[in-house]
């Protein structure tokens, strides 16, 4: 499977999982005798089911499939050329499975050594994974994200998919599981549709995120569960981040292990509620539900973080801030020029070093449901993100937090106090219901936040000797 290599680099955003696709389409590629691979492109973003003699999709029709990952109306087909509708016969597609940043080096090891250190390792989960399957309901549809040789695969009960960025992983896999669907991809950039998947496994496949981009990759594993779906992820414990873990007998994957305390910021920060989290030994395990929230897109670099008050249901449910129609903020980021994409807060990341979180989590139809404790539980979480990934400057959306836990007396403009050691800049609410505030207003308090943010770069710059973060 040489071309299964050469994964290309384009990564689609978050809204372009929208569940709009114009066309998809299967294309057989060689395999070995006997043998098909197929190829599904989409303007979703691109998943590639690999299905050797079709076993799995035997049992459960295309068209269902195709449904529930949100991927369109697409036929499961094997004759060559044959295609979905719209979509001439032979032609190509482009793929984007692995994302800029997958972990080139450690899936090429899992590539070449993966299932030789499968058929090395005990299965001393197996109950656990049991366990967790009883707690789906029956015929929700559940992930093994990065499922290796599917090892727990199928002890999570069906109808379940096979998630992995190694071919021959998935090879293993599919002897192992018959009947589950395999994917190949990035778990950093999942091929699926939004609330599409009801349960997720992640066995030791998340220790290979670096740590500061595990937030986002998170968020995507939000993006893509029902609301109260069940996750069961195990980590690496301890400090270590590299690739050169002492005593990986593999040797040169990559590898972050994590703090307890800390990894459950990270997940309260994507969205989840934490059923509980277990330091075994070596490793930390996180049981939790996807939760009706939005979750942080927040990173390293990140010039402005922007604070919001709590998602509103209807952000929540659109799984970005600030989305509820009548909201000023996306317009006025614009006109302001933080943003060039509207409602894209992975774009606004990516392209415009702006992070987006909220104080609390608990979304509702109105800011003033909140309590105090809920505000200073809030501020405290992000007080420690910030001293992790050390954005040049916040920006709170909404004066309510800051005055409920900081400054009673606060008005918008800069702050007096910093947070997490950073300049913070307070504005008034964007929503539409805030009539004080006009446009003109909400975009000239972004514009100053903004200067506050390079500014304060500045600052670290000289400070440091380093590179300021990008404007
Ligand atoms: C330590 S193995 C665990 C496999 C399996 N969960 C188990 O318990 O046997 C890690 C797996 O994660 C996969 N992996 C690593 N990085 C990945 C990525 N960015 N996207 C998808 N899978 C990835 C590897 O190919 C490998 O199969």
Known sequence: MGSDRALPVRRPSLLSWAPTVRHSYYERQAGGAGESVFW???SLGCVRPIHRRMKGLREISAPRWT??????SCRLVSGEGDVSPGVPAGARLPTCVASTDVERATVDIYERRGPEWASKRRLVRRADARRFAKRIPGGALRIDVGCGAGRYTGDLGSPVIGFDAAASM???CRTEVPGALLV?????ALPFGRGTLEAAWANMSYLHVPKVRLPVALADLHRMLTVGA?????????????????????????FASWRPDALVDIFVGAGFAVESCQVDRE?????????????DVVGLRMSLLVVGLNPSLYAADAGVGFARPGNRFWPAARAAGLVSRDRDPLHALRHHALGMTDLVKRPTASASELSVREYADGLARVERMVRWLRPAALCMVGLAGW???????ARAGQQRRRWGGRPVYVMPSTSGANA????????????AASDLAAAAARVDHRESGSAPAPE
Not at 283 to 295: F, G, K, S
């Open 40 to 42: 599904l492109a989409g």
């Open 67 to 72: 449904e529930q990952l949100g991927v369109g």
């Open 170 to 172: 998935l090879g293993r």
């Open 184 to 188: 190949q991809g990035d778990l950093e």
């Open 230 to 254: 069940l996750l069961d992820v195990q980590v690496l414990g301890g400090d270590y981040e590299g690739d050169a873990l002492p005593g990986d007998d593999v040797g040169g994957r990559f």
């Open 283 to 295: 490793v930390v395990r996180i049981r939790a539900t996807r939760l009706r929230t939005l979750p």
């Open 403 to 409: 005055r409920a836990g900081v400054d009673r007396g």
């Open 436 to 447: 004080h505030a006009r446009f003109e207003e909400l975009v000239e308090h972004l514009r």
